[in-house]
Every structure is written in C-alpha cells, then in structure tokens.
C-alpha cells in the first residue's frame, strides 16, 4: 500500500460514520448524500493556500485545518443553511505527511485534527475528497461544503430593501488585529478570554438558522473579506445604499489593543477594513424584532439600508454629530495591485 493510500485508509478509519444525510462516504467514487425532503442543496467552495491564507510560522497545523473547515462553514452560515457533507482535497510535499516531533504525528494529522475537531463540533461529516503532491513545496487545501436549506428561503444577499436595518453578529477587527500581532511576533491576549479569532475563528451556523428560521432576516452575507467590502458586496447584489453609524459599531477589544501599539492607523479601521471576522452581516426589516443576542452571540444594529441617490456614494459612514463621509470598500481583494 502506497503512503497516499496508508494515509487515506488512516484518516477513514478515524472518521464517525456518515451523519444522516450522507448515505455513503469515503472509499467509492462518488459519494451518496441524501438531503432532507422539502429542502434544497447549497454549495460552497474555499482555496486555503499557504502563505496567502496561513503562515506555517505563523498558524499552527491544528489553526490551518480549523480555518479551512470554518471559511466554508461560514459560507453555510450566512445561507442560514444546515451542513450536509464536506469533501476536501489537499495538495502536499510528502515531508508534510511525515511523522514529526514526540507526538509523531505529520504536519497533513495534525491539520486533521483541527479540521475534524471543528466538523464534530458543528456535525458536519467529511465525504470525500482527493490527494495529490504539490509540485510548489507549500500546501493547498480546496474546501467544498454541502448545505441544506428548506426549498426557497435560503438567506440571499439580494433580498435587502430600502429602509431595512443593517446588523452585524460579534464583534469586529480582532481577526485582523491577532494576524498584526503575528506579523511583529507578538500575542494579543484579553484577560479571561481563550478565544482567538485569527487563529479558531467560530462560524456563526446556529445564528444563521436562527436568522433563516424566524423569517428574521431579508438578506444576509459572511464578513470574511471585511465589512466594507462585503456590505458593498450586499449593496450590490440588492441594488440599494447603505448608511452605518461609525459609534454602533462593535469594534473587538484586540482591535483597540492593536491601534494602541501602533499597529494599525484605528480600530474602527479594523473593524472596517480588517476581514476574516466571519461574522454575519443581515438585513431585517424595521418592524422585525431582532434580539440582542441569537444562540449566544451579541447582535448589533450599525445602520440602515436605504435607496441610492445620485451623485451620493452607496456606502457612507456617519459619525456621531451626524455628519457623513463616503466609505469606500477597502477590505480584501485578491486580484487588486498591491
């Protein structure tokens, strides 16, 4: 038997068996899934590549495996979808599939063990995937997760109308903040607190089904390439104009420890601009009674939605004496000239 496969036949042995809508799994060609009756299937796929998503010096194996699950599962979160099956492929040197270190695990186990962590703690069930080595000496994830939705209410980003109030769930800029800290070598750390949001950021499924169940929200997205580049995403998508209010906003506490080391020029830049929160931006109307907290997380209203205005910007930020200024989309990008 062939490394590649010794590994396969490894990671299949350690895995559950297949949850309820996975009929067959890991070991055919094809994997059998089998969504509930009255719902439809979403999709949704994420590259995690090293040195552009994760850094070996600075995530470690567990916090790579972890994010590559929790960008996808996002993904489902901001649908207000249910996971069904993941399947992931991975391109790796063989050093990476090498025992290492007391523990003798490789590098490829121990990314499991934060991916596979993740997946049991949100039920979602690995049904697949490929393997192949990297001809570039870095790895590369590809990510493909399956949800459920009942047939015609998944959460859309162009279901957002003129007048509808703008949320935001957690707090924002503490991913971004964390990955400053890790540039300069440093850890930020909030006394009391064991979560880090660069590191094990936690997608906010519960919250989207929430959110989808109630009927609460019209329009919804993941903030992973930061809020002002992903609500220009959402204002596009609904053909509307958005208005936040620059005091509502939940800056994270990381994100003010970081402006306060120089770091960054602001924390409400961060929180801004910063990406990779994986928070849910939504809509809802102005009737609806949106709670401060869904399924535990803080939930903020930071604006309105409104319709555009000729020669007015889609996206303004209004400070707290009432004056506003445009806020242009300044969050990730992959293909933008750096």
């Known amino acids: 038997m062939t490394a590649e496969r010794q590994w396969i036949a490894a990671l299949a042995a350690r895995l559950p068996k297949y949850g309820a809508g996975v009929r067959v799994g890991i070991g055919d060609d094809c994997a059998v899934l089998r969504p509930r009756a009255g719902h439809e299937i979403v999709v949704t796929t994420d590259l995690l ?56 695990k490789s590098w490829l186990d121990r990314f499991l063990d934060g991916l596979l962590a993740l997946a049991d703690a949100h039920g979602v069930s690995l049904a697949g995937g490929d393997t192949a080595q990297s001809p570039m000496g870095g790895v590369i994830a590809d990510i493909v997760l399956l949800g459920q939705t009942p047939r015609g209410r998944a959460l859309l980003r162009s279901g957002a109308r003129a007048g509808d109030r703008l949320y935001v769930t957690g707090a924002l800029g503490g991913a971004a903040a964390e990955l400053l800290a890790l540039g300069h070598g440093q850890s930020l750390r909030l006394k009391g607190a064991t979560a880090h949001p660069q590191l094990f950021p936690q997608p906010r499924l519960a919250v989207g089904q929430r959110l989808l169940g109630a009927r609460l929200a019209t329009a919804a997205i993941d903030i992973s390439d ?14 509307l104009a958005a208005v936040i209010d620059a005091a509502a906003l939940p800056v994270h506490p990381l994100a003010v420890m970081a402006a306060e080391r120089g770091w960054a020029a602001s924390a409400q830049g961060l929180a801004l601009h910063g990406g990779e929160d994986y928070e849910l931006l939504f809509t809802a109307a102005p009737a609806a009674r949106v709670p401060r907290q869904i399924a535990g997380v803080p939930v903020t209203c930071i604006g309105a939605m409104q319709a555009p205005a000729r020669r007015q910007p889609r996206m303004q930020l209004r400070s707290a004496g009432g004056s506003s200024e445009a806020l242009a989309p300044g969050g990730w990008e992959h293909f933008r000239p750096r």
Request: aromatic share 4%.
């Open 49 to 104: 590549l090293e040195g552009t998503h994760f850094r070996r010096d600075w995530h470690s194996p567990e916090s790579a495996g972890h994010r590559c699950l929790a960008r996808g599962l996002s993904d489902l979160a901001a649908m207000g979808a249910s996971p069904l099956a993941a399947f992931l492929s991975l391109a790796a040197p063989p050093e990476r599939m090498r025992p290492q270190g007391r523990a003798k």
């Open 226 to 239: 930061g809020l002002s580049t992903d609500l220009d995403h959402l204002c596009e998508e609904s053909g």
